[in-house]
């Protein structure tokens, strides 16, 4: 093991108060490094209001408890079947290993029915005006239907396709058979009528890497576990002290650390 | 019957940099400008929880509402234009500061070739070298003369940088002194060195110290937070519309910005333009604001749309080559790279800024000799370090798969391994590449889109290759365990983000007959309306137009001074 690996695990074991520590020192850091404690001059931006709140209300993260309940972690969107499929192919596509924690553990799934459950589930920002034409590869998705139907089309596709080649519920298969069917969709080997299965395979896998890696608040990234696998530090104020120097961890901190 | 406002001096459409700038120049002349903006306010409190890759970057949180009005897209005139449905190719900005909200902040300036560019190809390589079908026309301008201006932009926004040996001359230095340099943009300086290149720190719109501008407008340091393309700047280190021009207007007392209103269309009678009409998004009605002077500073699809719809100018005919309207669309070849792989090295990659890094200019332009390439003009090769954010940045080796065991653990072991050396290749407009309006798909108020006809060309691939292979050789320099290259350019396609550098549609030049606006962004054919943006631009260089685009706008401000004045065509 190297050093700079040593280093990571030592940070993943990092307890939150010393996170809470050097949150404040990189803060004071950020502070005199920006020249708002030292330069005579008002600057714009969020400085002026940083101070005081930094002064008068510290951040106040509910104190971590033992087995405390995440009321966060319910469906919004999907039924409990479409969360078992979901969750066994989410860890396929990025599962537990010696690294550290896969989809499953990370909330991947909770993450992508919250997702559905809002505008991006009904494509709210998109153009899904007609007509619709069948395009070149060239021109991007064409179809009509949102990434909800996606999902309910895709979801129920993989079940089919399990029972037909395995007598199984894709849950109930094992790892390799589950690598086997999202293979076969990934290649386009499964025939959908109104989707494509490549389509529906990549939305997937694009779904479970923003599971993994966004910021906890969206309900994935458990514990910012994901983050603390690849030694990302999340939401940091300044970087000016590091930016010259080499390989350096700094331990991860969320959004929720910065209100 | 749409309701009718009183009359303002000057309004402009679309506040971003083009219409900021305009409005804090002629405001501090002591016309009244009316600033209409179909976005929402924005302000640097917006940004406390902007470090949220999935909100800003995956999203699109800052990004024009497509659902309302989008843009087509085909390859050519054979194909049917279907409409771009999600984000890909390119990003459209919205709300005050427009685009200039998200941007990096590269800011170069063209080269002197650019703005001669058939002139000086013929007068090197001969008339033959530019193939039939190739558009490619001088600006009306030479890069002396538009150097005050290009030194203006860069005061106001406090650029931070050092002379690039290979460039225009300059008037001044860069206001600021350059950003720090990273171990790998070390690596990549001394690697350039050896192989007798010219390297120099990428010119910052992101300050590298506090600075206070001519107009007094103070803005602290950038603090490589490594949340730049796609956020709003939280510490207004980043030099945007909105920490910058708009404030010195706003004092002035006589700038108004009207958010929410949707500019559809010029009007304009006896060749002259009278003002606009829009639709206030709020409540849906239709309002004209009469104005002397009329000033479209949208994003070039917005400017080249506003003028097709508003029946200003002739529109580009690619069939005979007449008109100007639409005309010398052009975008960017970015995919020629080269991708390191380092498997005992490890960089801090989450940090960075927009515009923090290191680059050459060897080829770009006409600075190598073209004699035997098969494309003209080039790109400048940079070695970027703007934060590796994790949902959008998981490299793997090529044989390495996309998902499953082995993808996780490789892009994990890769992670903060990977350096990118990345090149930014011109794009030279064709005679079949331009900008009309839809036939079939509609806006939500029922006008036409705008429908991009556009592929990369044989000049397109040919440059992609050569400068792919010339970032290979600096990535073999800087001593990486493998190297991953563009193989082939393959056909142009809007579903992979590449850059938000479109160019062209209402372009200038020295003449009516080929151009639609003069070297004041003034519309030939009608001389109180000015169009003002990288819709200007005849071709689009090997870099980032935002520099050019705050030039030419500064410019153009001069220009409409002087029009308010004495009237008349300024050229």
């Given at each position: 093991m190297s050093e700079q690996d040593q280093h990571s695990q030592q940070n993943e074991n990092r307890e939150a108060t010393k996170t809470k520590e050097s949150q404040r020192m990189s803060r004071r850091k950020f502070l005199t490094r920006s020249g708002y404690a030292v330069g005579g001059v008002v600057l714009g931006g969020l400085l002026g209001y940083l101070i005081p709140k930094e002064?008068?209300?510290?951040?106040?993260?509910?104190?971590?408890?033992?087995?405390?309940?995440?009321?966060?972690?319910?469906l919004m969107f999907f039924t409990q079947e479409q969360y078992a499929i979901t969750q066994a192919a989410v860890e396929r596509i990025f599962p537990a290993d010696d690294n550290g924690p896969g989809a499953k553990d990370l909330g991947v799934a909770f993450f992508i029915d919250h997702q559905l459950a809002g505008d991006w589930g009904f494509n709210a920002r998109d153009y899904m005006q007609p007509p619709f034409y069948v395009g070149e590869k060239t021109q991007g998705y064409q179809g009509r239907i949102n990434r909800r139907e996606i999902f309910y089309i895709g979801l129920r596709e993989l079940q089919n396709y399990s029972q037909k080649k395995y007598k199984k519920d894709f849950p109930a298969l094992s790892p390799e058979e589950q690598d086997a069917v999202l293979t076969a969709f990934q290649n386009d080997e499964v025939?959908?009528?109104?989707?494509?299965?490549?389509?529906?395979?990549?939305?997937?896998?694009?779904?479970?890497?923003?599971?993994?890696?966004?910021?906890p608040l969206y309900g994935g990234n458990k514990n910012m576990q994901g983050w603390a696998m690849r030694d990302y530090p999340g939401n940091q104020m300044t970087y000016t002290n590091i930016i010259e120097k080499d390989y350096t961890v700094v331990p991860p901190q969320s959004l929720r650390d910065h209100l | 019957m749409a309701k009718k406002l009183p009359k303002t001096d000057v309004v402009i459409i679309g506040v971003g940099w083009a219409g900021g700038i305009i409005a804090s120049e002629l405001t501090k002349q002591g016309l009244s400008v009316v600033g209409l903006e179909r976005g929402k306010e924005r302000v640097t409190e917006d940004y406390y929880m902007a470090h949220d890759e999935l909100r800003y970057a995956l999203r699109y949180e800052l990004m024009q509402d497509l659902s309302k009005e989008t843009i087509t897209f085909r390859g050519n005139e054979k194909i049917r234009a279907l409409p771009m449905r999600q984000y890909g190719s390119f990003l459209l900005g919205e709300g005050v500061g427009g685009a200039g909200v998200h941007w990096n902040g590269q800011t170069y300036r063209f080269l002197p070739y650019d703005f001669e560019i058939r002139s000086m190809t013929e007068e090197r390589y001969g008339k033959d070298k530019i193939p039939p079908g190739m558009m490619i026309q001088d600006w009306g301008i030479t890069y002396d003369k538009l150097e005050p201006y290009f030194d203006k932009f860069e005061k106001m926004a406090g650029i931070s940088g050092e002379v690039n040996p290979l460039a225009g001359k300059r008037s001044n230095e860069y206001p600021t002194p350059p950003m720090l340099h990273t171990p790998s943009m070390k690596m990549f300086v001394e690697a350039a060195k050896k192989l007798n290149l010219h390297p120099y720190t990428v010119p910052s719109a992101n300050l590298s110290e506090s600075y206070t501008n001519p107009d007094g407008i103070s803005r602290a340091a950038c603090q490589y937070c490594g949340y730049c393309e796609r956020f709003?700047?939280?510490y207004g280190a980043k030099a945007d519309p909105v920490v910058t021009v708009i404030p010195v207007a706003k004092k002035t007392g006589k700038f108004e910005i009207r958010t929410h209103s949707y500019v559809r269309r010029i009007l304009h009678s006896g060749g002259k333009a009278t003002g606009v009409m829009y639709t206030d998004m709020t409540t849906g009605e239709e309002i004209e604001q009469p104005a002397d002077i009329v000033v479209s500073t949208g994003y070039v699809f917005n400017n080249?749309?506003?003028?097709?719809?508003?029946?200003?100018?002739?529109?580009?005919?690619?069939?005979?080559?007449?008109?100007?309207?639409?005309?010398?669309?052009?975008y960017q070849v970015i995919k020629g790279n080269a991708v390191g792989f380092f498997d005992d090295q490890k960089f801090n990659l989450y940090a960075g800024a927009g515009s923090l890094g290191v680059c050459v200019d060897d080829y770009n332009g006409d600075n190598f000799d073209h004699s035997d390439l098969k494309f003209i003009h080039g790109g400048n090769i940079a070695h970027t370090f703007t934060g590796q954010r994790p949902i959008q940045n998981n490299p793997v080796p090529e044989d390495s798969p996309r998902w499953g065991k082995e993808f996780k653990a490789n892009s994990l072991k890769y992670a903060n391994s990977v350096l990118t050396i990345g090149s930014q290749g011109s794009s030279m407009p064709f005679r079949h590449h331009y900008l009309d309006l839809d036939p079939t798909y509609k806006d939500a108020f029922g006008d036409p889109l705008i429908r991009i006809t556009f592929d990369f060309e044989e000049q397109d691939r040919e440059l992609a290759r050569y400068l792919s292979d010339r970032c290979g050789d600096i990535m073999k320099e800087m001593g990486t365990d493998r190297i991953l290259k563009m193989k082939e350019l393959g056909p142009y396609e809007i579903t992979t983000y590449q850059s938000t550098h479109n160019t062209g549609g209402v372009i200038m030049g020295a003449s009516p007959d080929t151009s639609a606006v003069n070297n004041y962004m003034q519309m030939w054919d009608m001389e109180n309306l000015f169009v003002i943006g990288a819709s200007a631009f005849p071709h689009n260089s090997g870099y980032n137009p935002t520099g050019t685009v705050g030039a030419l706008a500064y410019r153009a401000a001069e220009g409409i001074v002087q029009y308010s004045k004495k009237g008349g065509l300024l050229v």
């Open positions: 002064e008068t209300k510290p951040a106040t993260p509910p104190a971590p408890q033992q087995q405390q309940k995440n009321y966060n972690e319910a025939n959908l009528t109104t989707i494509s299965a490549s389509g529906f395979f990549n939305l997937l896998r694009s779904s479970t890497l923003e599971g993994v890696y966004s910021d | 709003g700047c939280e080249t749309r506003l003028m097709l719809l508003s029946k200003i100018g002739k529109p580009y005919d690619p069939a005979t080559g007449k008109g100007v309207i639409g005309k010398n669309y052009a």
